[in-house]
């Protein structure tokens, strides 16, 4: 089969871990005869540098003329760091959420057995953690209206949502729930917020439309306390944006690394795929980043174009990397491997599993040829 996929490197890291992942990409498609054809968009800080704008007219119509698009990152200190700037790298990928009706944010949070010593939080606690966040990525807070008085010194920021955005975010969970493990927990604060209050009565009403899952609640505050204390109690979470936002970072200490963390943003027609570190500009051009989330990432890209065998190739040669140590070193400090031979490593398994044994063994002794 052939597919558009539109790829936007972004800033910092976002070049060099997206490379990884066009590799495990390329190793499907010579594995079970695909063909990706790819071709560049420009967004984030390298877009205002060339342009003067984080997302130009050119990337919009790559992507919606794409069949996925697979994402790296943005962010730049230049911008990051400067409060007053008017043109910001974020917003183009909050515009680009927008033209593309990109509603929904998929984020898988999972306890891999080999990373568990990573994390800070104790073994008993998050072993057999396997969450799904739903969040809400176009309304609420970070697109409603905005002000700033004309002293300086009162700000506002509005938040609406409508019973239609939160039906059309409800209806993908509940369902992603039928095909786990059956429980939907609801993050709100709707002691408080009036649109926490809108989205409870929502998410009640359609619950009767999914008479196996079983739908819960809990206030923002108390389920931050819980995703620490006992992980594994959630299957499927669906948040609103602002409440996504922090809880899906929070989460991301479960794994070990936020360098695991793949997600994807859908909508009716479009779908991007990213890892959620952002641009760690630190470790630009450094070849030293964790390229697995990026990988994971393409992983779920595929999984969404209906190519299933294919999702659990990537996702089979990401945790054998894990179980060798074949990782950069925010995993494997004492002997890291680069961010191009992880991906390396990944394509090769993805196309020679069964010649495997000896690979592995040589990779051990540090023989391999492969990376």
Sequence with gaps: MKFNITVIPGDGIGPEVTAQAKKALNAI?????????????????????????????????????????????????KYDNDPTAKVRPEQGLLRLRKELGLFCNVRPVKAYDRLIEKSPLKRERIEGTDITIYRELTGGIYFGDKSLSDDGKVAFDGCSYTVDEIERIAHLAFQAAQNRRKKLTLVDKANV??????????????????????LDFLFVDNAAMQLILNPKQFDVILTENLFGDIISDEASVIGGSIGLLASASIGKENALFEPIHGSFPQAKGKNIANPLASILSAAMLLEHLGLNEEFLAIEKAVQKSLELGITTEDLN?????????????????????????????NIHMGQSTII
Excluded at 32 to 50: N, P, S, V
Excluded at 337 to 347: C, E, L, Q, R
Aim: charged share 20%; net charge negative; proline share 5%.
């Design 333 to 361: 400090p004492n002997k890291p491997f680069s961010t191009s031979k992880v991906g390396d490593f990944i394509a090769d398994y993805i196309q020679n599993q069964d010649d495997s044994n000896i690979n592995f063994q």
């Design 193 to 214: 917020l009036e649109t926490s209050r809108l989205w409870r009565k929502t998410v009640t009403a359609l619950a009767s439309q999914y008479t196996d899952v079983t």
């Design 29 to 77: 498609a010579d594995v079970f005869d695909h063909t990706f054809l790819y071709k560049e968009g420009l967004m984030g800080a390298c877009a205002i540098d060339q342009t003067g704008n984080p997302l130009p007219e050119e990337t919009i119509i790559l992507c919606e003329k794409s069949d996925a698009v697979l994402f790296g990152a943005i962010g730049d200190p």
